[in-house]
Nanobody, 133 residues
Framework: QVQLVESGGGPVQSGGSLRLSCAASGVTYGSHCMAWLRQVPGKEREGIAAIDSDGTITYADSVKGRFTISWDNANNTLSLEMSSLTPEDTGTYYC???????????????????????????WGQGTLVTVSE
């Protein structure tokens, strides 16, 4: 049984950094794809960083060069290192996984905002990030 639990959210000042973690039980790298998605107030949830089961990493243009996704196989933990944060990064960040090899990357490159919830099977409860000026 897959269980995803995010942590690491909180308040941060503009220009600052934050590291999010997702403890992923029941997930096997290579059998599952993993992703971070974000829901900004007033907008649909959308993918921002993903690792497909073949190791392909995809970033949304809005976070490329500032965010880094990584998988720690020893601890079964998905991380998102975020830097140069701006108030536009404020939102709830979700960890997600699926058996489909490429569904996570598709949450960024194919699915429209709001559609990933239909296609990715496993979700965490979300962690709130608030970036102030």
């Amino acid at each position: 049984q897959v269980q995803l639990v995010e942590s690491g959210g909180g308040p941060v000042q503009s220009g600052g950094s934050l590291r999010l973690s997702c403890a992923a039980s029941g997930v096997t790298y290579g059998s599952h794809c993993m992703a971070w998605l974000r829901q900004v107030p007033g907008k649909e949830r959308e993918g921002i960083a993903a690792i497909d089961s073949d190791g392909t990493i995809t970033y949304a243009d809005s976070v490329k060069g500032r965010f880094t996704i990584s998988w720690d196989n020893a601890n079964n933990t998905l991380s998102l290192e975020m830097s140069s944060l701006t108030p536009e990064d404020t939102g709830t960040y979700y960890c997600a996984a699926d058996h489909d090899r490429f569904a996570c990357g598709h949450s960024i490159t194919v699915y429209l905002p709001g559609e990933a919830e239909k296609y990715l099977k496993f979700w965490g409860q979300g962690t709130l990030v608030t970036v102030s000026e």
